[in-house]
């Protein structure tokens, strides 16, 4: 490491610049996290977890090497250490939104619906328009068996971002489960338009086309399902 002042070799334990007196450890704490950055764009993910490993070794306060730590623990699958690291950036900045939220997306890849469920709304408490938030909420509580919760939060999504039409497409989910096939189909119907759900989407709207006795609208649909499903099975 060399001091941006002077020029002067440090070694890279030193915070102070023993030639000029210059503060050295927020460069070397920022480069080595753009360092880490890189190598994980670039595909190289040991060497992103060894680098924040050490990083947070040396700087065990430091919040974004932490929460950075914590994304890179998620992404390789070890979902204990990544909560590990997202609580300790938590306890150093109970405020941190965007950890909220990461930190109950791995509480929900935990299998841990309360948990994940806390997060998300710790996360909206401190930013209601946090859209994707709303979303995941009203997905955990889905598994959670809150359906009516889960109906409020996808209803609020929807709200804040009318586009986001996986919503709608849970929405449909829940009104078929409460029984409420009309409003089922018709959520059902304006999330066809969203390639990731429109095969699924088909599928609900044709059972509940068999469920009122139009057998050729179910069949109709079905194939257009398995036309849709063949066409991206030969684009993949």
Partial sequence: MRCSRCGREAAETDRFCAECGMFLREGYVDHRIMTALQAEAEGHHREARRELERLVEGEPDHILANHLLGTVYFHQGTL????????????????????????????????????AIRAYRRCLELDPHYNAAHYRLGVACFHAGELDQALEEFERCTALTPEYLMARYHIGVIHER????????????????DA?????????????????????????????????????????
């Fill in 196 to 236: 990731i759900g429109e095969v699924s989407s088909l599928y609900h709207l044709a059972h509940i086309r068999r469920m009122d006795g139009d057998a050729d609208g179910a069949r109709e649909l079905l194939e257009q399902a398995r036309q849709f499903a063949r066409a991206h099975a030969v684009d993949a």
């Fill in 178 to 193: 409460l029984g409420d096939f009309a409003a089922a189909a018709r959520e059902f119907q304006r999330s066809r338009d």
């Fill in 80 to 115: 204990d250490l990544a909560i590990e690291r997202y609580r300790r950036a938590l306890e150093l900045s109970p405020r941190f939104v965007v950890c909220w939220y990461d930190l109950g997306v791995a509480w929900y890849h935990r299998g841990n619906m309360p948990e």
